[in-house]
């Protein structure tokens, strides 16, 4: 893995011609129909990118930055990042019932490289232009993977990635704040391009991304849930251990943490580690990251040109990703939370093993740890 890319996918003023089957209504019912402040909706699928391509990011902005953005009210903030707001009209679309799903067109690569969906929230009305503009934002994980091996193929090669985000949907509907989808996918086609074929038509891979809504009836629209973004970054040599420090204004029950990590880079990608996660010092819980690439002909088939040497494919030692996987999130439990100033302490310096090696040692981060941790709750009354 040589480099992580993000994409940022930030939601804006979508057209009713890119929102399908769906009906929306803003009025006022009682108690039993979902509060005061419901709306209505009906089952569809709220187009965010249309076609988006993602280019080499070893080139310059002389020649990304002149191919087309297809998506409405979408700015390509780099060759692999997109941002894209949420109007107020497609806010009332998303349901309680969600899913956020990438249809995924891979063309060619011949490395494994990071792709990862979030969303953020700032005030209404702060202009998003580039990606210094929210660089200190909080940001929740939607879907991140790795993306598959591909030599040059002609015909791109489709995979779809979905997961339920219905934990989100209060917090995507915000009335008071302006909602961006953030999405990326690294690529690096350059070896492959063709001097006969236009730059802007030559991505390595390509994509179409929706937050698909199941409910059918009115949905409530009031504030309920508690979300506090914690990490969303790159964890560097030095980072083994890491304390971060936040305020509840309610008390939250219910509560627990939305957690990735995956190491990258030099000798993190081949590694699994033990991760101790502890809240105002007590220990929550504490997992090895190892995962097995299972089942075999699921791999394979996402990965039809992962052969990059003679006896090598996609199949390394079990480690702790899978080549074109999803980096599954793991949710903690954390119960009960009181109000007030509290701090989480993430604990990774234990190395458990390395390829095929088992280990069990102190060590720094070699490459890099791409983590996202949040914490969602409901307020207590």
């Given at each position: ?9 930030a939601v804006t003023a979508i057209a009713a011609a890119v929102i399908s089957c769906q009906r929306v209504s803003m009025e006022p019912v009682d108690q039993n129909e979902g509060g005061r402040n419901a709306i209505k909706v009906t089952p569809n699928s709220l187009q965010i990118a249309t076609n988006a391509a993602f280019y080499g990011f070893y080139t ?322």
């Amino acid at each position: 893995m040589k480099k992580l890319f993000f994409f940022v996918f930030a939601v804006t003023a979508i057209a009713a011609a890119v929102i399908s089957c769906q009906r929306v209504s803003m009025e006022p019912v009682d108690q039993n129909e979902g509060g005061r402040n419901a709306i209505k909706v009906t089952p569809n699928s709220l187009q965010i990118a249309t076609n988006a391509a993602f280019y080499g990011f070893y080139t310059g902005e002389d020649q990304w930055g002149k191919c087309s953005v297809l998506s409405p009210n979408t700015i390509r903030i780099s060759q692999v990042n997109f941002v894209r707001k949420l109007t107020d009209e497609e806010k009332n679309t998303i349901g309680d019932s969600i899913s956020f799903r990438i249809e995924l067109y891979a063309g060619y690569d011949e490395w494994d490289r990071n792709a990862n969906s979030w969303y953020f929230k700032v005030p209404k009305g702060t202009v998003i232009t580039k990606d210094t503009d929210f660089k200190t934002v909080g940001r929740f994980p939607f879907i991140i993977y790795t993306t598959p091996y591909f030599l040059y193929n002609t015909q791109f090669n489709h995979i779809t990635y979905q997961r339920d985000i219905s934990a989100y949907a209060q917090d995507l509907r915000d009335p008071n704040s302006d909602v961006y989808i953030q999405y990326e996918v690294g690529a690096n086609p350059e070896k492959f391009y063709s001097s006969a074929i236009p730059y802007c038509d030559q991505p390595g891979f390509k994509a179409d991304i929706f937050i698909d809504t199941r409910d059918n009836g009115m949905v409530s629209n009031n504030e309920s849930n508690v979300y506090v973004p914690l990490v969303s970054r790159n964890l560097n040599t030095g980072e083994e251990k890491i304390s971060t420090s936040f305020e509840l204004k309610d008390d939250i029950d219910d509560a627990y943490i939305v957690y990735t990590s995956s190491g990258h880079g030099s000798k993190e990608e081949g590694r699994t580690r033990e991760h101790i996660i502890s809240l105002d010092g007590t220990q929550i819980t504490s997992f090895d990251s190892k995962v097995s690439c299972e089942p075999y002909d699921y791999y394979d088939k996402i990965n039809p040109h992962g052969l990059k040497c003679s006896g090598c494919t996609w199949r390394y030692p079990t480690r702790n990703w899978c080549q074109g996987g999803e980096i599954v999130p793991r949710h903690i439990n954390l119960g009960k939370v009181k109000k007030g100033q509290h701090t989480l302490l993430l604990n990774v310096e234990k190395v458990t093993g390395e390829y095929s090696s088992g280990l069990n040692k102190i060590a720094q981060i070699a490459g890099y740890l791409a983590t996202n941790m949040v914490i969602i709750g409901r307020k207590v009354k």
